[in-house]
């Protein structure tokens, strides 16, 4: 699509020549620990990754067999904002509980 601008007496092409690629995203996950109780991994699957308490449970419990548990992908910024929480929200309750993102 071309615009006639008046001013220079030019056409000024309106669209741009690149296509824009949609952004990566990245795999939430939690770790299992021997000290981070099931109790908290369930609060912060529900509060940090807006989970029902059903998910929460099957995620945490995931988490505790398995040793990993996936919560979620999100935009690179959005999965760094959430992992920062997390390990905010853990150290304030003295718990190690590791996080960690991982592209797509």
């Known amino acids: 699509m071309s615009i006639f601008e008046p001013d220079t007496q030019e056409t000024v092409k309106s669209e741009p020549d690149e296509k824009v690629d949609e952004p990566s995203f990245y795999k939430v996950l939690l770790h299992n620990d021997d000290y981070t109780t099931m109790e908290f991994v369930v609060e912060i699957l529900k509060h940090v990754f807006h989970k029902s308490t059903e998910q929460a449970t099957q995620i945490m419990l995931n988490v505790h067999q398995n040793g990993i548990g996936y919560c979620g992908s999100f935009p690179y910024e959005v999965a760094e904002t959430k992992v920062d929480t997390v390990h905010t929200l853990a150290k304030q309750r003295g718990f190690p ?7 797509e």
């Open 97 to 103: 509980l590791k996080c960690t993102m991982e592209r």
